[in-house]
DNA sequence: ATGTCTTTGTGAACGCGTGCACAAAGATTG
DNA sequence: CAATCTTTGTGCACGCGTTCACAAAGACAT
């Protein structure tokens, strides 16, 4: 993923492998689009083609959180979908705020999906007094004074940081200040929190970057290398090697 | 990461590790900071803290790029900044197309970290004809009949689906069929390419899946179960479990 | 009830990624 | 020039994740 997993050592929460909890979603979408053409059973292989993987890492997915399956037969649809949301706990209600109410933040603010799967924008800020009680996704902007006691009042411990990357960290200890212990950020930037707290980051910059890399490979396969390295000691701010800033982008979003 | 990443079996292409290769990134981005403070010379020890990640992680990935280090001083930072821009294919222009300017779309086109890397906007295209002309981060939006002659007419090979989920197959067919081998997936969907075709998703609502999952593990620590699992078959439509649909999310964006 | 057929669940092997720990290399000082 | 000190580069071991391949389990037909 996109997406790029964090730091997480090994914590392999109570047996589950992270690896398995990162596809779980995934399974949970095939499953949900099957429910609703009231598809009563699936075998491995066909979610496994749905989900986009391979049917023997689904069967032992599926293993970890128990025997769900009927041999000869499959799935039950309706009731691993139960059972995924339920590991996943989005059998609950999560309230989120989201820090940064830029073009990304607003884009999140929009978004529809975000509802249907337990989480609820409880609100949305900006350090822009002039965004403050502009209503965006039906929702009105609150000035970043009032992040902690929105935090504490509303019971929020999920929030999705979508600022500038200068501003990231001081927003991220905020909340994490006020009781907030996972963030799901969007800036540019290597965010550092206490342990017990989770950080999870999307980064398009890098995605782009990983893409450029493979393009390359595909291209030039034959043309090896068309201008040779320069000397490692001199000053070498020539041509392609001399971008633009990246600490603090201009725009709200991903370097 | 979000970044989920996408089946690529052990590529290695070259003897670069896919693991290195997603880490380059962040480490140019750590070094150009640095070489915006005009530091020389860095200590895998200092930069790997920069980058947030282990030292020895560091030190063994550059050594995939070859011996760029003075043992005793540390990495030349320019050289470095050089050599991983080079690597990753930095140092030439990339044309992309954003697909579906809806308010991630946008979000995207307004992103100044865009072209700072290299990469360089090369159309706005969506569905919408209503969308035509209208100009977004200062680039007027193309209409989807003209996707076909603006790949081949700018070379683009890099596309980035910002479509809802309904449409990005067919908008990814029809970029691959153009002559785009690479593509940045937002939109909620598992795409099928054909061989040669990279693919990296970046969703959201998987992300913020997986966030739940850790912070009802941390919160239910003590209180194990709290609702019994229903039976396997009888029909289970209650409550939590009833989410909205998923494969037609109204917005514009992952879920 | 018996046999056949389908599909699950998993044991085992393999490969990738990570981190430790240290030898080698070079800078630096006396 | 020799000794010391810093920091790289990497051999090695370990653990996680993936995949194969198959036995066990159940459905279904006769």
């Not at 909890?21 to 099957?34: G, I, N, Q, S």
């Not at 249907?116 to 403050?132: K, N, Q, T």
Request: hydrophobic content about 40%.
């Amino acid at each position: 993923m996109a997406t790029g997993r964090t730091h997480r050592p090994a914590t392999r929460s109570r047996g589950i492998p992270e690896a398995t909890v990162a596809r779980l979603p995934l399974y949970l979408r095939a499953l949900t689009a099957l429910s609703e053409r009231s598809v009563p059973t699936v075998s491995s292989e066909e979610l496994a083609a749905a989900a986009g993987v391979n049917s023997a890492k689904l069967r032992k997915d599926f293993s970890y959180l128990g025997s769900y399956g009927t041999r000869g037969v499959g799935y039950d649809v309706e009731y691993l979908v139960y059972q995924i949301s339920r590991e996943l706990g989005l059998t609950q209600d999560w309230p989120v705020v989201i820090v940064g109410i830029g073009n990304l933040g607003a884009a999140l603010a929009n978004y529809g999906g975000f509802a249907s799967r337990g989480f609820r924008v409880a609100a949305l800020i900006d350090a822009d007094p002039a965004m403050a009680g502009k209503p965006v996704a039906g929702i009105p902007v609150q000035h970043s004074d009032e992040l902690e006691s929105i935090i504490q009042d509303n019971g929020v411990s999920i929030g999705v940081i979508a600022t500038p990357a200068g501003a990231a960290q001081p927003v991220c200890d905020r909340l994490v200040a006020a009781g907030v212990t996972s963030i799901l950020n969007f800036a540019p930037t290597v965010l550092t929190v206490p342990d017990g707290v989770d950080v999870r980051k999307v980064d398009l910059s890098i995605e782009l970057q990983i893409l450029a890399f493979h393009e390359q490979r595909k291209a030039g396969e034959e043309a090896t290398a068309q201008t040779s390295a320069p000397a490692p000691a001199a000053a070498r701010r020539d041509s392609a090697t001399d971008q633009g800033p990246d600490g603090d982008v201009p725009a709200v979003m991903p370097a």
